[in-house]
């Protein structure tokens, strides 16, 4: 047996989705009615169906006019009847949103990061000279830190400068007689990070501990003995 499937991409499209579909049924309904005093106050009951659908407290012409406008607009401004209040077409407003485009930004090594192939690409930009020289060298150093902290191996200075002309098409090198810093100064400051943080968090886990394992304790007035025997003293006289 076949079943008939109703869904709602299949369906027309809601001008105002606020009111549902059976209020648009209904509009539809009434564009069928040849009579005008009939397809008027059928649209009186579809006003008082709109109402109970998007209430308000605040039941003013203004609140009225926009139910009849909004009634005209649902049946694409076909439905004529004698209308209370003035209506009007609306120019309709354009919603397609246009996609937004991916960014197209290829990254050669992804655990230097696109500011540092920018970096690279603006310094090659200015002039030779001993300023470029140093920032080629300070920004080295920090691609050899992160080449260490990422990758978790140990990198000599040939291959960031392998790194630096690739990013910047030959146009930049390290500069002749530099040392960057020792992947074992770099590995040191790195562990020690990492011990820093985990002693932190040790002490984080002792302070919480210590508190929720305290108690308080409220000394009672008349507190009875061991023995069980203690009595309330007697007010003096």
């Not at 690739?166 to 400051?189: H, W």
């Not at 886990?205 to 007035?221: A, F």
């Amino acid at each position: 047996m076949d079943i008939e499937r109703d869904y709602n991409t299949s369906r027309p499209i809601l001008r105002i989705r606020e009111y549902g579909r059976n209020v648009k049924n209904l509009v539809d309904y009434a564009l069928t009615i040849e009579d005008k005093d009939k397809r008027t106050k059928l649209a009186y009951i579809i006003i008082s169906v709109m109402q109970q659908v998007n209430p308000t407290d605040n039941a003013n012409d203004e609140y009225f006019k926009k139910l009849w406008n909004h009634l005209y607009i649902i049946s694409n401004y076909e439905l004529e009847i004698e209308y209370p209040y003035t209506v009007s077409k609306h120019e309709e407003k354009n919603t397609t949103i246009e996609p937004l485009g991916y960014n197209n930004n290829i990254i050669r090594y992804r655990f230097y990061g696109n500011n540092t192939e920018l970096l690279l690409n603006n310094i090659a930009k200015e002039e030779p000279g001993e300023a470029r020289d140093g920032l080629v060298t300070i920004l080295a150093n920090q691609m050899k830190e992160m080449y260490i902290t990422w990758n978790k191996n140990i990198v000599n200075d040939e291959l960031i400068d392998t790194h630096i002309r690739k990013i910047t098409d030959d146009k930049l090198c390290l500069p002749e007689g530099v040392e960057l810093i020792s992947a074992n100064v770099v590995l040191k400051k790195i562990n020690s990070n990492l011990a820093s943080m985990k002693s932190s968090s040790k002490g984080r886990g002792k302070s919480t501990s210590r508190s929720s394992g305290s108690k308080s304790y409220i000394k009672k007035p008349y507190q009875k003995g061991k023995s069980g025997g203690g009595k309330r003293p007697s007010r003096p006289r």
